[in-house]
């Protein structure tokens, strides 16, 4: 009851097609790819997200007392932390070695998708109050979920700022991790963000672009009406291949390719690599409001700088050509300074049954803000920009 005078009913859904994706994406907006109605219901529908894979769908949905919504979150209980980009498997160990039982837990955020962006969904339009007013409902209610059903933790992974103001005020540990983000600096084109680093990285990256080039490889870059079956028969085998080498399997089905070029193509920004007519290497990028998102990468054959061009110079320029503001790499990475991508703190949010836990956790996590942010600044200093 925000206001004190008008009642709010929170309910979750075992499937997003629980919600009319028109009323979903009145609060998703239409700025973030990945929570968009579209996207949450292919993971679901092709079987990529499911209680089977140790996902199960329960979406928190704030409506008011004439079944309006008015806001939602995605939601899930978890039998497992695998897919989540924000590592607790030590905390399972502990809590499970103190005798406690970890899963089933339950998650705010997007399956397989370390890219941070509104996890508490309201519409964008709303007045500042009203949607703070909101998104604290549903940070409290998702916390009411988890002590009804008993479960030993809730966690919301890579939110976006305004709702981690919220899940602060409700009383979630913060927690910091590093991804290495690039820039936009209004840039005219490749060539006008190359004479902004330094002689020697400048003409490191004109060399490995140029090896890409000379080894006879042509890239071209697909989205929209571009996009085919035969191209997502191709990336899914690169992405297979690179899952098989990481993790033992990949997260995402075949099918869930095709609901994505089927649903969302004009979010959709693959670079495909081919060397003498063949497909050899893919990079799979989403786009948002400002942002590019890349997501997957795979081959099929061994080219030196390939990986770069394909993930990494391709994005500047497409961002470039845009006008977008940013390119989001996704997780990990060190070798992407030296490429111009810096980095970056993201965050998550974790609220712990166990009191005692809890506060154990809680000092872990300052300390570990701590050096998270000594690491962010020790990295800056490795900027391959030029120095004012």
């Known amino acids: 009851m925000p206001d004190g005078r008008e009642p709010l009913i929170a309910r979750t859904l075992t499937s997003i097609r629980g919600l009319a994706a028109a009323d979903w994406d009145a609060s998703a907006g239409a700025d973030n790819p990945f929570v968009a109605h579209a996207f949450l219901a292919a993971l679901e529908e092709s079987g990529s997200a499911t209680a089977e894979t140790g996902w199960a769908p329960a979406h928190a949905v704030i409506e008011d007392a004439n079944g309006a919504v008015l806001a939602c979150a995605p939601f899930y209980a978890k039998s497992h932390s695998y897919g989540e980009y924000v590592f607790d498997h030590a905390w399972a160990d502990a809590y499970t070695r103190a005798g ?8 705010c955020a997007v399956p397989f998708t370390p890219a941070t962006g509104p ?5 964008p339009a709303l007045a500042r109050e009203r949607a703070d007013e909101l998104r604290a409902a549903l940070a409290a209610a998702m916390i009411r979920i988890a002590e009804r059903h008993g479960v030993s933790s809730l966690h919301v992974n890579f939110p976006a700022e305004v709702d981690a103001q919220a899940l602060e005020a409700a009383g979630y540990l913060s927690r910091l991790g590093v991804q290495y983000h690039w820039t936009n600096r209004g840039y005219r084109d490749f060539d006008d963000f190359l004479a902004a680093l330094s002689s020697r990285k400048r003409k490191a990256i ?16 697909l989205t929209g009406s571009d996009l085919r079956e035969a191209h997502w028969d191709v990336f899914y085998a690169f992405y297979r291949d690179t899952a098989s080498r990481k993790w033992g399997g ?37 786009l948002g409001g400002d942002t590019l998102y890349g997501r997957h990468w795979g081959c099929a054959a061994d080219f030196r700088f390939l990986h770069f061009e394909a993930c990494y110079y391709q994005a500047i320029e497409f961002a470039i050509g845009r006008g977008l503001a940013r390119v989001e790499a996704g997780a990990q990475g060190e070798h992407k300074i030296q490429r111009g991508y810096l980095p970056e703190a993201t965050r998550s949010y974790h609220w712990i049954a166990n009191a005692a836990f809890r506060d154990l956790l809680g000092r872990h996590l300052a300390r570990e803000r701590a050096a998270v942010m000594a690491e962010i600044a020790e990295l800056t200093e490795f900027s391959p920009y030029r120095r004012s």
Do not use: C
């Not at 406690?100 to 998650?107: E, S």
């Not at 060399?207 to 490889?217: L, Q, S, Y």
């Open 100 to 107: 406690g039982r970890y899963y089933p837990k339950l998650l």
């Open 119 to 123: 996890r508490l969904l309201v519409p």
């Open 206 to 221: 004109r060399k490995e672009r140029a090896a890409v080039r000379d080894a006879g490889v042509a890239i071209s870059v």
């Open 250 to 286: 990949g997260y995402l089905t075949r099918a869930f390719f095709s609901l994505l070029g089927e649903r969302m193509a004009d979010r959709v920004v693959l670079v495909l690599a081919e060397h003498g007519g063949r497909p050899v290497a893919g990079a799979l990028n989403l």
